[in-house]
């Protein structure tokens, strides 16, 4: 029979990129639990829904009742997407941050605890490190943990209640933290699906402060295949970062967009800058590189490209 994964938040952006990469890669069989937030989307599902390896169960990670109907058979492993993920909605209220990020990870923690699973992978974020200066190096994985917004620390939070997990118990936990994301399937509210479809309708597309935060974007697919190795070979109570080499400005992300697209910088209209808002993230992926052998393949500029074509064709709300 074949080894059976639970993902979670798999109707999200990278838990449903995460489902077909693994369903196209590999022989795993996939429960995939998701409660179906605003951010999840039954869309993202499509591909896979009729796999004959895949099965979804609507279940929230924080409510440990509902969860133990996921529960019906032991795991190869947890892959925990499942979080609120909009650092824009953390400042506004945090309560599902604290309730999903943290409770949710605990109950899945448990889960690993009582024999249900193998063992689990958490996806974290290179936001729990905070911000960098303009001449700091880039984020290692003992570089300390000092998250600026409700988001971050939630995520930070649950990073630390998986290692103490793994140092009390012992449980083969792994943790990876990722720079920013883009590709198909991610939500409208985000910066780059914005931006892309905003300048697709000849909307103004929203820019914060004076537009010079930095962030390290990776392609999503780069970021599931490190994901998948981890799995394979990732040495239980590691963190490992995971990078693109992509930094840029938000103003060179737009840019960029823009000229693939054709259409003006005037599109462009400055807001007030986010409360709290990191000013650089860059990632030191040294050590998955090192140990399992992955980098990333895919370019920004070839990424940046893939993605505004997905959104052509496919508008994402
Ligand atoms: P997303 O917001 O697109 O998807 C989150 C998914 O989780 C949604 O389908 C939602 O319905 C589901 N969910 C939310 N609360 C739930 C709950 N209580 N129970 C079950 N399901 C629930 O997020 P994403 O961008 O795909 O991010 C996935 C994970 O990767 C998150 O843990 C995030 O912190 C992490 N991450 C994201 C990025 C990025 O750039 N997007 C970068 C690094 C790490």
Same mark, same amino acid.
């Given at each position: 029979?074949?080894?059976?994964?639970?993902?979670?938040?798999?109707?999200?952006?990278?838990?449903?990129?995460?489902?077909?990469?693994?369903?196209?890669?590999?022989?795993?069989?996939?429960?995939?639990?998701?409660?179906?937030?605003?951010?999840?989307?039954?869309?993202?599902?499509? =591909?896979?829904?009729?796999?004959?390896?895949?099965?979804? *169960?609507?279940?929230?990670?924080?409510?440990?009742?509902?969860?133990?109907?996921?529960?019906?058979?032991?795991?190869?492993?947890?892959?925990?997407?499942?979080?609120?993920?909009?650092?824009?909605?953390? #400042?506004?209220?945090?309560?599902?941050?604290?309730?999903?990020?943290?409770?949710?990870?605990?109950?899945?923690?448990?889960?690993?605890?009582?024999?249900?699973?193998?063992?689990?992978?958490?996806?974290?974020?290179?936001?729990?490190?905070?911000?960098?200066?303009?001449?700091?190096?880039?984020?290692?994985?003992?570089? =300390?943990?000092?998250?600026?917004?409700?988001?971050?620390?939630?995520?930070?939070?649950?990073?630390?209640?998986?290692?103490?997990?793994?140092?009390?118990?012992?449980?083969?936990?792994?943790?990876?933290?990722?720079?920013?994301?883009?590709?198909?399937?991610?939500?409208?509210?985000?910066?780059?699906?914005?931006? #892309?479809?905003?300048?697709?309708?000849?909307?103004?597309? =929203?820019?914060?402060?004076?537009?010079?935060?930095?962030?390290?974007?990776?392609?999503?697919?780069?970021?599931?295949?490190?994901?998948?190795?981890?799995?394979?070979?990732?040495?239980?109570?590691?963190?490992?970062?995971?990078?693109?080499?992509?930094?840029?400005?938000?103003?060179?992300?737009?840019?960029?967009?823009?000229?693939?697209?054709?259409?003006?910088?005037?599109?462009?209209?400055?807001?007030?800058?986010?409360?709290?808002?990191? @000013? @650089?993230?860059?990632?030191?992926?040294?050590?998955?590189?090192?140990?399992?052998?992955?980098?990333?393949?895919?370019?920004?500029?070839?990424?940046?490209?893939?993605? *505004?074509?997905?959104?052509?064709?496919?508008? @994402?709300?």
């Amino acid at each position: 029979m074949n080894k059976h994964l639970l993902v979670t938040g798999g109707a999200g952006f990278i838990g449903a990129n995460f489902i077909s990469y693994i369903l196209s890669n590999s022989n795993y069989s996939i429960t995939n639990i998701d409660s179906l937030t605003y951010a999840g989307n039954y869309k993202n599902m499509e =591909p896979f829904q009729k796999s004959n390896r895949y099965r979804f *169960i609507k279940c929230d990670i924080s409510n440990e009742n509902k969860l133990k109907a996921a529960f019906d058979q032991e795991y190869e492993a947890i892959i925990n997407f499942a979080a609120e993920s909009h650092v824009d909605r953390s #400042i506004i209220d945090a309560t599902p941050f604290i309730t999903t990020n943290i409770k949710g990870t605990f109950n899945l923690l448990q889960a690993v605890l009582s024999g249900k699973s193998k063992k689990m992978i958490q996806i974290s974020t290179d936001e729990v490190y905070g911000s960098l200066q303009p001449s700091d190096p880039p984020f290692i994985e003992e570089s =300390p943990l000092a998250p600026n917004n409700p988001y971050s620390a939630s995520k930070a939070g649950a990073d630390l209640l998986v290692r103490s997990f793994f140092k009390t118990h012992q449980l083969p936990l792994v943790i990876t933290r990722c720079g920013n994301n883009y590709g198909p399937m991610q939500h409208a509210e985000k910066f780059i699906p914005k931006t #892309i479809q905003n300048a697709l309708q000849d909307k103004s597309i =929203p820019l914060y402060g004076d537009g010079l935060n930095i962030r390290d974007w990776i392609y999503v697919i780069d970021h599931c295949r490190a994901i998948h190795m981890v799995l394979e070979k990732g040495t239980a109570g590691e963190i490992y970062n995971i990078g693109g080499s992509g930094e840029k400005t938000n103003r060179e992300v737009i840019e960029s967009i823009l000229n693939k697209i054709g259409k003006s910088i005037d599109l462009v209209k400055k807001i007030e800058d986010r409360k709290g808002h990191d @000013r @650089r993230y860059a990632i030191d992926f040294t050590k998955i590189s090192q140990e399992l052998g992955w980098k990333p393949s895919v370019s920004f500029e070839e990424g940046i490209q893939k993605t *505004i074509d997905w959104y052509k064709q496919f508008e @994402r709300r």
